[in-house]
């Protein structure tokens, strides 16, 4: 009996070691695992021709920014020379440069004893100081000097205009050659440059018409303040007519209650 258990035991031993072999199974891992090597590797293939294309980039990139380095060394750049066009090839004193007097030095200026004597090249008369009897008589100046200040202005706005169409002229040409140099120009840098050039002198022509219309309004104004003061003066002499007559009323009638006629005080002629 004791042979026999023995026996089992080492049967059941013998079993539990050996190998089962499956051919079918073991050929379907093997293609599996050869399936996932063969896609790692074009994985790997495809992630290696990314990286060289991104390497082509990035040395197209480094080629580009060379070329611009080396025209900003020939050329300059081009923001760097629009902002110092003003100062240096169109003139920096342009955009600040003042036509003509202000008001307050037209208005200072202005002189009355030279209005009468104005003809505007003929237009008008002189205005002596003899009545229609020849004799002389004195005029009140500082009324005249409204005059003096509208005249003087119109003189101004005159030399504005001739002074701001010289330079428009000037900025007109610039503007045409900056146009054929553009159309000529064969970088980006050199594009830039001109626009900028051009955006200047645009802002020139575009500060010159303001200037025209300052003058023009400033001629306006002055205008607009002598009728201004016409109307107040005539109010004021209709007030003061009124107020005269009143007044002179009362003391006519003042003076009528004072005077007493009686028939004691009468004498027949």
């Known amino acids: 009996m004791k042979h026999l ?41 495809q992630w290696a021709a990314q990286l060289e294309q991104l390497n082509r980039q990035l040395r197209e990139l480094e080629a580009q920014l060379a070329v611009q380095q080396r025209i900003r060394d020939v050329i300059g750049s081009p923001t760097a020379a629009g902002a110092g066009m003003v100062l240096r090839d ?24 030279e ?24 005029r009140q100046e500082p009324r005249y000097r409204r005059y003096a200040a509208v005249e003087r202005q119109a003189d101004n706005l005159t030399a504005a205009h001739a002074e701001t169409n ?8 610039e503007i045409a050659t900056t146009v054929e140099q553009l159309r000529g120009a064969s970088t980006q840098a050199e594009v830039d440059k001109h626009n900028a050039k051009l955006a200047v002198l645009a802002g ?12 023009a309004d400033k001629l306006q104004a002055q205008q607009i303040l002598n009728e201004n003061q016409a109307a107040k ?4 002499f209709l007030e003061r007519q009124l107020a005269e007559e009143r007044q002179t009323l009362a003391i006519v009638g003042t003076w009528q209650q004072s005077v007493k006629v009686t028939p004691t005080s009468y004498v027949r002629p």
């Open 5 to 45: 258990v023995l026996f089992l035991v080492l049967c059941a031993a013998a079993r539990a070691q050996w190998i089962v072999n499956d051919p079918v199974n073991t050929a379907v891992n093997s293609a599996v695992q050869a399936g996932q090597a063969a896609n790692h590797i074009e994985i790997l293939r």
């Open 90 to 113: 169109l003139g920096a004193t342009d955009l600040v440069r003042t036509y003509g007097d202000t008001l307050a030095a037209t208005r200072r200026l202005a002189n009355a004893i």
């Open 115 to 138: 209005s009468l004597q104005r003809t505007s090249d003929g237009i008008y008369q002189k205005l002596d100081d003899r009545t229609a009897l020849g004799r002389d008589f004195v």
């Open 166 to 173: 010289t330079r428009s002229v000037a900025l007109q040409g």
């Open 204 to 215: 020139q022509v575009a500060h010159l018409d303001a200037k025209r219309r300052d003058e």
């Open 233 to 236: 003066e005539r109010q004021d």
